[in-house]
Structures are given as structure tokens and as C-alpha cells.
């Protein structure tokens, strides 16, 4: 009986990472490519579109902090220290690849400071920068500072704002790979690092859920990290062969 239970028991857990991960699979072949073509040309819409992306993002990894344990696990995955040092990493990763939107490292080694001013020079140098890295460290408040969980387990709605939240993960997970696409050209050399790039940028989000749900060590536990892991290596290997 209690093998019985423990079993019905992985489908409410394995259901979110499954559609989630499934959704982004499809994406990487049917979005990815007009993406990635899309975002190899700087702009302010692209910018606008990572930034909206990373809107989404955020709210998802908050509405899976939001949810509660299961069978009385832990809450977090891992200190504040090492989930605002992951944080900070992501908000420069998102902080750059809006600056090549906006074309800042082009016109940056075309731009004459005798021109502009000291004042010109300090907004377009220290202040438009700072805007980009201060929206990108929303994610510091998101993932490395207390939220108090509210959404019980076992119902509908924990369900729903699970597969939400992982969604949102994987979205920008796509948004970020194809703008990877511009940087890392088809240097198969590339294909170690990028996944593992992706992997830090990403699997916090995952680790959450998995803290919450199915947890360490348990069988549901490794499926939806083993999902993810494999997510990962295929958008690291769409990037590299475009």
C-alpha cells in the first residue's frame, strides 16, 4: 500500500517539469530558429523582447518560491549567499545581452567623449548601464531574499503555478540560448561551456521546484532534474549547430 501511494504520488510532482520541458523541447525546434535570426541583428525591439522575457522569468521563479513543501522538506535548496551569488551572475549575463541589443558595445568604441561631455559621457557610460544592471538584479530580490510560501500542496493550484513558473523558466531559457547564438557562431569548442553557462544560469530555478515537490533523494526527484539536464544539452547543442 504504501509503494501504491508513494507512486500516485509522482504524478502531481512529475506533471509540471513533464509539460514544461516537453513545451520547451517544441519550442527549441518550431521558435528557436526565427529567434535566434531575430535577435542576431541588435535592437531596441529585441531588447524590449528580452526584457519582457525576463519579466516573465522572474514572476515564474517567485510563484514557485511561493509554493509550499511537500511532506514537511525543506524550503530552500541552498543558502542565501550561494542564491544571491547565482542571481547576481544571471542579472550580468541579462544586463549584457540588453546592451548588445541596444548596440552599446558598437557605438561604445565609436563614441567620442570629447564630443559628449562629462556629462554626456557619465549617462551614456555609467548611467545606462546602471539602469540595465539594476532592472536585471529584480532577479536578486526573486531568488536570493525570503518569500513566504502560500500555495498548499495537493491542489489544483499548486499544480497549476508549478507548471506556470517552469514555463516562464523555459521561455527565457529560449531567449537566452538563441541570443547565445549570436556570440557563439558553430564552434563546436563552444558546446562544453555553453551548457554548463546554461546550467548555471538555469538550474536554480529548477532546484527550487524540485525542493518543494517531488525533493532529494526520491525517484520523481531525479526524473525532473534529469528532464532539465537534458533540456539544457539540447538548446547548448541547437545553439552550436544553429
Not at 520547451?24 to 526584457?51: C, H, K, Q, T, Y
Amino acid at each position: 500500500m504504501a509503494v501504491m501511494r508513494n507512486q500516485t504520488a509522482l504524478l502531481p510532482t512529475l506533471l509540471p517539469p513533464l509539460v514544461a520541458d516537453v513545451a520547451g523541447l517544441i519550442a527549441m525546434f518550431v521558435l528557436f530558429p526565427p529567434l535566434a535570426e531575430r535577435l542576431d541583428e541588435p535592437g531596441g525591439l529585441n531588447a524590449l523582447l528580452l526584457s519582457v522575457g525576463f519579466i516573465v522569468f522572474c514572476l515564474g521563479v517567485f510563484r514557485l518560491r511561493r509554493l509550499r513543501v511537500m511532506g514537511g522538506g525543506e524550503e530552500e535548496w541552498a543558502a542565501r549567499n550561494w542564491r544571491v551569488a547565482l542571481a547576481v551572475l544571471f542579472a550580468l549575463v541579462m544586463s549584457l545581452a540588453i546592451a548588445w541589443q541596444l548596440g552599446f558595445f558598437r557605438s561604445g568604441l565609436q563614441v567620442d567623449t570629447r564630443d559628449l561631455g562629462e556629462g554626456g559621457s557619465a549617462s551614456y557610460f555609467v548611467f545606462g548601464p546602471g539602469a540595465w544592471l539594476g532592472f536585471s538584479a529584480l532577479y536578486v530580490l526573486v531568488l536570493g531574499f525570503t518569500v513566504q510560501p502560500s500555495v498548499a500542496p495537493g491542489s489544483r493550484r499548486w499544480g497549476v503555478t508549478a507548471t506556470l513558473g517552469l514555463l516562464a523558466t523555459n521561455a527565457m531559457l529560449l531567449l537566452l540560448s538563441a541570443q547565445a547564438r549570436a556570440f557563439a557562431g558553430e564552434a563546436a569548442l563552444w558546446l562544453p561551456l555553453l551548457y554548463a553557462g546554461l546550467l548555471l544560469l538555469f538550474l536554480p530555478p529548477r532546484l527550487v521546484y524540485i525542493a518543494r515537490g517531488p525533493g532529494f533523494p526520491s525517484p520523481a526527484g531525479y526524473v525532473t532534474l534529469g528532464l532539465f539536464l537534458m533540456l539544457v544539452g539540447a538548446y547548448a547543442l541547437a545553439v552550436i549547430t544553429g
